[in-house]
């Protein structure tokens, strides 16, 4: 065992700079990681953050960290053991202990912070996803919020800034209901992830829900706040969320000025969700539901929102949820050259039997969920037994949408004989949409290296019993 120097936390803390070298400590031991900065895959202003200090803090705020082959990195960087008095140091406050309590049936892919997703033969239940089920992403810790002393800030034209209680809110503006479907624009990642390794949270299918939500509408906020809709050329409404990471940015995200202006796109600044107020994992007291726009711009706990020329600037508009070609890796990526997603592409996943699972000969039920973004509604689902030889239309439940507001998915079923002699079934679905775009028939030819806009064809392989 080598024999390393000993530190005092005092000595560590001169090293907090390049210049003066970059020292960090993990339980009791120092680590100068100057070499590492430029390396850090979360970049070198946020590794920089914990220059000079202990990296738990900043670890139990991202919980990516803790795995084998980030402490295997650190170690390679050791130069110190802390003095043995200094290593009786008071706990450090964690972060997610504030985070709400969850339902048992949720599939948690990460709990710091907390991202699950409803096990999949329960998602189709119900037409609306009950709000416990509803999946569940959240980027940083939930902000605890205190309805009495909370202010949404509407910078009006001009930067005149309008101040709004809750009550407020909820009275001056009329209350209008949307039901929308939420999907994560990482929903389906794990199947790309097995073509080849993405980046991000490896979610099955249900990273999708719907609900029913009340609110004001955005349109009415931004008209009160002196908007009147003429702008022309290319505005954006930029929303930021009372969530901050260790840095101080809150999570942001913005909509096409269009969108959030316009009569037919019931864009809502939600405080209902299911008829009940807003639960705290999504977004108490208020949130942003861009209904037919991918998950990432609904903002929750939202604190802010302005009216810009450019795009918000917040990491997750700019650097992140964008497409790519499959050619392009973490080394040629240039995140400027790509669009931030808005409306997402068809969609549909089986719901059950679930994979490998094992069904009676004789007829067989297949169910599962279809939705598409912009508002196309869904005209059809087709579903084969056969890995796609043959075909059968599924026949579509759920609320009928109007043209171009089909904001909610459809769920769908089929009941089919299971063909005599077959012992296996490779079952497949597909959608289409009323702008009759249809899904790719495989994952290679989309994949990409964040993993988003999963949306092929999903197929299960089950098993008939003899
Ligand atoms: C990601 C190492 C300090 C924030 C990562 C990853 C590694 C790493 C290996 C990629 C993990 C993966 O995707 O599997 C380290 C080491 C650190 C350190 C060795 C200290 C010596 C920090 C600090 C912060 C931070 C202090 C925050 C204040 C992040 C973030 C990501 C990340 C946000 C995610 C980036 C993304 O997914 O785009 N880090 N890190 N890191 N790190 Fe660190
Ligand atoms: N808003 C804030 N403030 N913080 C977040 O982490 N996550 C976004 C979005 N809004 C997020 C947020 C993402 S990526 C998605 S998919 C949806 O919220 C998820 O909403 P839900 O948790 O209500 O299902
Ligand atoms: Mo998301």
Known sequence: QALYPVFTRQEVGRHRSLADRVWVTYGSEVFDITDFVELHPGGPSKILLAAGGALEPFWAMYAVHSQEHVLEILRGYKVGELSPEEQSQPAQGDPYSGDPPRHPALKVNSLKPFNAEPPAELLTENYLTPSQLFFKRNHLPVPAVDPASYRLEVEGPGGRTLSLSLPELKSRFPKHEVTATLQCAGNRRSEMNHVRPVKGLEWGIAAISTARWGG?????ILAYAGYGGEETGEWHVCFEGLDKDLSGSAYGASIPYGKAMACEGDVLLAYEMNGE????????????????????RNVKWLSRVLVSREESPSHWQQNDYKGFSPSVDWDTVDFTTAPAIQELPIQSAITDPPPSATVPPGELTIKGYAWSGGGRGVIRVDVSLDGGRTWHVAE????????????????????????TGSTELDIVCKAVDTSYNVQPDTVEPIWNLRGVLSNAWHRVHITVAQ
């Open 216 to 220: 004001a509408r955005l349109r009415d």
């Open 277 to 296: 107020e807003l639960p705290r994992d999504h977004g108490y007291p208020v949130r942003v539901v861009v209904p037919g726009v991918v998950g990432a």
């Open 396 to 419: 579509m439940a759920g609320e009928e949408q109007p043209p171009g507001r089909a904001w909610a998915w459809r769920l769908w079923q089929l009941t089919a004989p299971v063909p």
